[in-house]
């Protein structure tokens, strides 16, 4: 099993339920497991796709048990720490920690706008209790806390600074990649977070993909890193131009009713969500099944049929 520097496909794994919102550990079992064989590299789960926000601290440290079996050591599982308070996360670490995954995603912080100091705070007081690699997700789009380069060069040193070891960066502007690697070199590994910017995540250096979409197309999201990583631009590109249409859908409010929906259309998971979320309808809905049809009639051949 890959540890660390994590490499490759992490998809952002949706959290299946029941029709009447309980947790379905063997759908979510499932779909990982479909993910898996098709030859992702790693899962990150109870992420905000994991709809980790309707989650108990104890349905989160279920489903991340639930992670781990499925992939039964083929591949690094992540759980995400998102608690609204540094108390509550410290806590939910602990009972990960003894569950064994290989790692965290952290929010530097959710609901509070925290400024630089107090999530670089967070993120330490992460890594202390973590005492294993943590991926820091910068989403100021999202949670209106930006950590920037700088910031990462301030986490870089000091006390547990060892453990703070990936950045998944989702600010939608490309451009931090680059300066990234221009201020501090491949201290980090770096994740493209935002489904639709991932050839260009890619292209300037990214280690990886956080995948959303993926989830649904995993075979077509590892060839594009693949091919990326092997220099046959054309190739990935023309992959990439393929799924552009579906990775839109993941830079959206609605990106769990989106995707779930996507699962549906392919045949690889449900549409059951916790409310307040409610299943697309009208427009949105048709403009999603659009779109999946299309991209189904037009998938190239030799993914037509996926194990």
């Not at 039964?72 to 759980?79: D, I, K, N, S």
């Not at 107090?118 to 100021?140: D, F, I, K, S, T």
């Not at 594009?224 to 249409?245: H, K, N, S, V």
Request: hydrophobic share 45%.
């Amino acid at each position: 099993m890959q540890t660390f520097p994590w490499r490759g496909v992490f998809p952002a794994v949706t959290t299946k339920f029941h029709s009447d919102e309980s947790l379905d550990f063997a759908g979510t079992a499932r779909h990982i497991d479909f993910q898996i064989r098709n030859g992702i590299h790693g899962v990150v789960c109870c992420g905000s796709l994991g709809e980790a926000s309707t989650l108990a601290l104890d349905e989160k440290l279920a489903v991340a048990r639930c992670a781990l079996d499925a992939a039964a050591g083929r591949v690094p599982v992540l759980a995400t720490v998102s608690e609204t308070s540094t108390r509550e996360a410290l806590r939910f670490i602990e009972g990960a920690n003894a569950l064994g995954v290989a790692g965290y995603m952290v929010m530097p912080s959710v609901i509070y706008v925290a400024d630089a100091r107090e999530a670089m705070a967070n993120v330490r007081a992460y890594a202390a209790a973590a005492q294993r690699p943590l991926m820091v997700y910068n989403n100021p789009v999202a949670y209106r806390v930006d950590l920037k380069p700088e910031h990462f060069a301030e986490l870089a040193q000091g006390p547990h600074s060892e453990h703070i070891a990936a950045i998944k960066e989702s600010s939608g502007d490309v451009t931090r990649i680059t300066d990234l690697r221009n201020l501090l070199g491949d201290r980090y590994q770096l994740f493209m977070g935002v489904d639709d910017l991932a050839f260009e995540g890619l292209a300037l250096g990214c280690d990886g993909l956080l995948a959303g979409v993926g989830c649904a197309f995993p075979r077509e999201t590892v060839a594009l890193f693949d091919l990326m990583q092997a220099g046959r631009w054309d190739e990935a590109r023309a992959i990439y131009r393929w799924m552009t249409p579906l990775l839109h859908l993941d830079v959206s409010t609605k990106l769990v009713q989106n995707l779930k929906l996507i699962d549906v259309l392919v045949g690889v998971g449900t549409e059951h969500m916790r409310r307040p979320r409610l299943p697309l309808v009208g427009a949105e809905r048709e403009r999603v099944e659009t779109l999946v049809a299309k991209a189904l009639a037009t998938r190239p051949a030799q993914w037509q049929s996926q194990p």
